[in-house]
């Protein structure tokens, strides 16, 4: 399939749903894409609109059906759902059914008490703009972005719930909430007839937290099977640390060098040290480091998808190749829990 920033149609790749496996979403009737597209970083006005849409449609040509967005994700706020929904407009209006669109609210996008937290007024409010912003009259996934202590989890819950009783989003689901809170969450949900969903959590080799707890029955892992829920996994990559892109030193232009979300002091020698073992592995498999580690977050039956960006569509071809390659072995597995030390690079 060809198209540039000059083609009038797009037509969709007839065999797209022949790439990417699908997954069922905990207990749910809905199936994801073991790959979901995030327009978190490199979709605001900052980048050319011409590549945003390119990869866009690259995606969707290659089976990636859900399309991850927020009220938040920029720059500015708001941007990137605009950008999603002028795609939706010239390209992939015809396709609306085939498509899951997810976004969030509750991470504060302005100074106002009503553009942050977790009140049925900010929440419900949000929604009605991401709506507007992406020219559609519904979302397949609403979110809760992030735990409000400030407001009652009742109040949360019920307009999560609301938004689907309206008929603006077809499930809800969480993000960033320990297990405990999304246990209480899901049983809130449940006897309000919207069953949760979905958790969207961070989650890498790096990174270790919903697989932990104070007991193995605590972990938001564990909370996933016995409430009944699917977990989508974000960062699997630690923001790039799980490259071979950082092990000699910090290119010019790199992540490190200008995001508020990895800083350069991170990348020390002890970091090196354990991703150089890590990639020394992923090159024993004949595959890359980034396509080892989105391999082992989807090892775990509680994770429906994970979630990725790309700057390139070659950098997305790559991603999603990792399903490709054999599984794991306990004996790599084990490598793997050698080096990837929770919490390197991460600043935890």
Do not use: C
């Not at 630690?238 to 991170?266: C, M, W």
């Amino acid at each position: 399939m060809s198209y540039g920033p000059f083609d009038l149609t797009y037509a969709a790749a007839q065999d797209r749903y022949e790439k990417v496996p699908y997954r069922r979403t905990g207990e749910s009737g809905l199936d994801l894409p073991a790959f979901s597209f995030g327009l978190w970083q490199k979709f605001g006005t900052d980048y050319p609109f011409a590549t945003q849409r390119e990869i866009i449609l690259h995606a969707f040509d290659l089976g990636i059906t859900h399309f991850d967005n927020a009220d938040r994700y920029g720059p500015p706020h708001r941007a990137a759902q605009r950008t999603f929904g002028a795609v939706l407009a010239k390209d992939l209006a015809p396709y609306r059914d085939e498509l899951i669109l997810s976004t969030k609210a509750g991470n504060p996008i302005g100074p106002s008490p009503y553009l942050k937290g977790g009140s049925r007024k900010s929440i419900l409010t949000s929604l009605d703009h991401s709506l507007r912003d992406l020219g559609t009259d519904y979302v397949d996934i609403f979110y809760h972005h992030s735990p409000d202590p400030g407001t009652p989890l009742e109040e949360t819950v019920g307009a999560l719930a609301s938004a689907v009783q309206q008929g603006k989003a077809l499930y809800v689901g969480i993000s960033n909430y320990d297990a405990g809170r999304t246990h209480e969450i899901a049983d809130l949900l449940r006897a309000a007839g919207v069953p949760l969903l979905i958790h969207q959590a961070r989650y890498s080799i790096y990174d270790r937290r919903p697989e932990r707890g104070a007991e193995e029955t605590d972990s938001l892992l564990a909370t996933a099977r016995s409430d009944g829920f699917g977990v989508i996994v974000y960062s699997p990559l630690a923001q790039g640390l799980l490259t071979d892109k950082y092990l000699e030193t910090i290119p010019a232009g790199a992540r490190a060098q200008n995001s508020t979300f990895l800083s350069p002091e991170v990348i020390d020698d002890t970091y090196r040290a354990r991703t150089a073992a890590l990639n020394k592995l992923a090159e024993s498999r004949g595959q890359s480091l980034a396509q080892l580690a989105l391999q082992w977050v989807l090892r775990r039956p509680e994770v429906t998808s994970a979630l990725i960006g790309a700057s390139s569509t070659a950098q997305l071809d790559h991603n999603i190749a990792a399903v490709s390659f054999p599984d794991l072995t306990d004996e790599e597995l084990a490598v793997i829990d050698e080096h990837g030390v929770h919490g390197t690079g991460l600043n935890l």
